[in-house]
T-cell receptor
């Protein structure tokens, strides 16, 4: 498997429900970032969590990081149709000179 | 504060032609990165500038790709000659700090189609 793999690959939920996406990685990291990409558009930065942090909140987003398991989760609460997008985790590995390694992403569809 | 901008948004060229992509980072950001996503695969790192210097170009696929950042401001990525497998979306990102944890802000990308 590759650094920064997300699961599930696709997720379909009803508006108002919570969506949880997971990310696993292989190497030691400085931080882990989550990005969103709406169809055909650029990457929008959502949240960054440092390796010494365990949980972080931003609005309806909650990110957890477990460095012992090399995994992270992104929770979107009270989802909206506008949350429909692809979500990527990206890791900044220690010693990597700051390049990000992306996973293949989770396609989230929120049905109205 | 203006975000990262990229030009053009789309480019369609024939195999063997040359294309130059441009990226303007956020003002004051010394770090500039190029990434690309081809054929629906993962977004892959290409290279990293710190000001005008190439810090890391380990992701550049071959010598048909040339990136420059003269003066440490905007950057160009030239593909010459373009091949079919170069089709994809090319993203540029910038960040402020060279050390420590820092957020990379991405541009909208340039969609390159090589026919």
């Amino acid at each position: 498997s590759q650094q920064g793999e997300e699961d599930p690959q696709a997720l379909s939920i009803q508006e108002g429900e919570n969506a949880t996406m997971n990310c696993s990685y292989k190497t030691s990291i400085n931080n882990l970032q989550w990005y969103r990409q709406n169809s055909g558009r650029g990457l929008v930065h959502l949240i960054l969590i440092r390796s010494n942090e365990r949980e972080k909140h931003s609005g309806r987003l909650r990110v957890t990081l477990d460095t012992s398991k090399k995994s992270s989760s992104l929770l979107i609460t009270a989802s909206r149709a506008a949350d429909t997008a692809s979500y990527f985790c990206a890791t900044d590995a220690t010693g990597s000179a700051r390049q990000l390694t992306f996973g293949s992403g989770t396609q989230l569809t929120v049905l109205p | 504060e203006a975000g990262v901008t990229q030009f053009p948004s789309h480019s369609v060229i024939e195999k063997g032609q040359t294309v130059t992509l441009r990226c303007d980072p956020i003002s004051g950001h010394d770090n500039l990165y190029w990434y690309r996503r081809v054929m629906g695969k993962e977004i892959k790192f290409l290279l990293h500038f710190v000001k005008e210097s190439k810090q890391d170009e380990s992701g550049m696929p071959n010598n048909r790709f040339l990136a420059e950042r003269t003066g440490g401001t905007y950057s160009t990525l030239k593909v010459q000659p373009a091949e079919l497998e170069d089709s994809g979306v090319y993203f540029c990102a910038s960040s402020r700090r060279s050390r420590g944890t820092d957020t990379q802000y991405f541009g909208p990308g340039t969609r390159l189609t090589v026919l």
